[in-house]
C-alpha cells in the first residue's frame, strides 16, 4: 500500500487559506488520479472532500479545492470557518482497489 | 440516503477471534466494492481489506494478512470481518466504507471499537 506523506498540522485564521500537502512518488500519485481527501471532525467518521485530485461531491462547499503537482497532491481551504477544524486525510487508491492513507494532517483554526 | 452500520466490536483476550458486520441500505450493495479501514485510538486511518463487488477478489493489508478474512453476502447486504488471532495493536476503530465509482470510498460507517486486552 502506498506510503504517503503529509505534514502533521497547519494552522490558518478565520477567513484566511490553508493548503495541506501530500507527498507520494512517481508510480502513485505521479503516475495517477487515484487521490482523494477526507475530513474527520473530532469522534466522528471519516468523510469524502475531494477525489480524483480535483473533484468535489455536490455537498462539498467550493471553499475546499484540490491539485496536484509532480508526486504531491494539494487539499486547499479557502474562507477558513472554524467549523473546518478537523483531521485531513489524503489517499490513493490502487488498481486493485487497495488505499493507501497519508498520516494525517491536524487543521487548527485559530 | 446510503447507510452503513457496524456492529460486533467489544473487548477480547490477545488470541482471541471477533466477527465484525456491517449492513447497508439505500444502494444496491452486489454493485460495489467494500472496504475495511481502521483506526487506532489517537493515531491515523489504516487500511485492512477489500472485497470486489462480486467477492471474487481480496486484498488485504500486509499487518492483517493469514489472520483475517473479508466476505460479503450479496443477498442480505452484509460485509463481514472474520479477525483470527487478534493482538493488542489490532486495538482501533474499524470502519466499514463503500468503494466508489471514482477510485475513491465515498461513504463511511460510524464505527465499532474492538479492544484487544488481557
Known amino acids: 500500500q502506498s506510503a504517503l506523506t503529509q505534514p502533521p498540522s497547519v494552522s490558518g485564521s478565520p477567513g484566511q487559506s490553508v493548503t495541506i500537502s501530500c507527498t507520494g512518488t512517481?508510480?502513485?500519485?505521479?503516475?495517477?488520479?487515484?487521490v482523494s481527501w477526507y475530513q474527520q471532525p473530532p469522534g466522528t467518521a471519516p468523510k469524502l472532500l475531494i477525489y480524483e485530485v480535483t473533484n468535489r461531491p455536490s455537498e462539498v462547499p467550493d471553499r475546499f479545492s484540490g491539485s496536484k503537482s509532480g508526486n504531491t497532491a494539494s487539499l486547499t481551504i479557502s474562507g477558513l470557518q472554524a467549523e473546518d477544524e478537523a483531521d485531513y486525510y489524503c489517499?490513493?487508491?490502487?488498481?486493485?482497489?487497495?488505499?493507501?492513507f497519508g498520516g494525517g494532517t491536524k487543521l487548527t483554526v485559530l | 440516503q446510503v447507510q452503513l452500520v457496524e456492529s460486533g466490536g467489544g473487548g477480547v483476550q490477545p488470541g482471541r477471534s471477533l466477527r465484525l458486520s456491517c449492513g447497508v441500505s439505500g444502494f444496491t450493495f452486489s454493485g460495489y466494492a467494500m472496504q475495511w479501514v481502521r483506526q487506532a485510538p489517537g493515531k491515523g486511518l489504516d487500511w485492512v481489506a477489500v472485497i470486489s463487488h462480486d467477492g471474487a477478489h481480496k486484498y488485504y493489508a500486509d499487518s492483517v494478512k493469514g489472520r483475517f478474512t473479508v466476505s460479503r453476502d450479496n443477498s442480505k447486504g452484509t460485509l463481514f470481518l472474520q479477525m483470527n488471532s487478534l493482538r493488542p495493536e489490532d486495538t482501533a476503530v474499524y470502519y466499514c466504507a463503500r468503494s466508489g465509482y471514482h477510485y475513491a470510498i465515498d461513504f463511511w460507517g460510524q464505527g465499532t471499537l474492538v479492544t484487544v486486552s488481557s
Open positions: 512517481s508510480s502513485d500519485i505521479g503516475s495517477f488520479n487515484r
Open positions: 489517499s490513493f487508491y490502487t488498481s486493485s482497489s487497495t488505499v493507501g
